[in-house]
């Protein structure tokens, strides 16, 4: 399963947007990119899953280029409410060895600054 | 209406106690998980199971046994606690994956202190 790397910690204030990047060199064929956010003393969430190029949702846009060795989180405007510890992950979206086994890593504290 | 529930919340017990942590969830999913959260936020897997069926045993002491009576519930039992169990335990569940969106559901976690 590949693994990831992103920084440990990012700043940003309110009403910026935030751009998180993820490598993960060693992704495979069939692994998509995943995106979870966790609250302190809450289990993470979904946030967003793409494969390839470009995924937008209510919360967040994942940019992802061509070679997909990584990837960018995109939070805009972020609020003193995306506060929050941000992991990426690959991992295969189908039945398989690897079903179920997420790498979650140590993933990104973002503090939103008023 | 809580997708993912665990019990307790808080569990402060002494190194050599057995205790367990129950599981339950209400979204029909087939496949659920245990996952260990260290202090350093590390957030590693450590059991699923798919319709009752254990498919990932992660590297986990022998002390550890889940159990899964049904599809909607995944206990967690603890034997001879020892000081380095101490961690949050979340227990989250997921659709079986076919080629759709492979997400999982966490539930509020379990913070485990031993003494």
């Known amino acids: 399963l590949a693994k990831t790397t992103q920084p440990i910690s990012m700043d940003s204030y309110e009403g910026q947007e935030v751009n998180i990047t993820c490598s993960h060199n060693n992704i495979a064929t069939n692994d998509y990119i995943t995106w979870y956010q966790q609250f302190p003393s809450q289990g993470p969430r979904f946030i967003i899953q793409?494969?390839?190029t470009k995924v937008t949702n209510e919360v967040a846009s994942l940019f992802i280029p061509a070679d997909r060795k990584s990837s960018t989180l995109s939070l805009p405007r972020v609020s003193l409410s995306d506060t929050a510890v941000y992991y990426c992950?690959?991992?295969?979206?189908?039945?398989?060895?690897?079903?179920?086994?997420?790498?979650f890593g140590r993933g990104t504290q973002l503090t939103v600054w008023p | 209406d809580t997708a993912v529930s665990q019990t307790p919340k808080y569990l402060v017990t002494q190194m050599g106690n057995d205790k367990s942590i129950k599981c339950e969830q209400n979204?029909?999913?087939?496949?659920m998980y245990w996952y260990k959260q260290d202090s350093k936020k590390f957030l590693k897997i450590m059991f699923s199971y798919n319709n009752k069926e254990l498919i990932i045993n992660e590297t986990v002491p022998n002390r550890f046994s889940p159990k899964s009576p049904d599809k909607a519930h995944l206990n967690l039992h603890i034997n001879s606690l020892e000081l380095g169990d101490s961690a949050v335990y979340f227990c989250?569940?997921?659709?079986?994956?076919?080629?759709?969106?492979?997400?999982?559901?966490f539930g509020p976690g379990t913070r485990l202190t031993v003494t």
């Open positions: 992950l690959v991992g295969l979206a189908d039945r398989g060895s690897t079903l179920g086994r997420l790498y």
């Open positions: 979204l029909g999913h087939d496949t």
């Open positions: 793409g494969y390839k």
């Open positions: 989250a569940s997921s659709q079986d994956p076919s080629g759709s969106a492979y997400e999982q559901y």
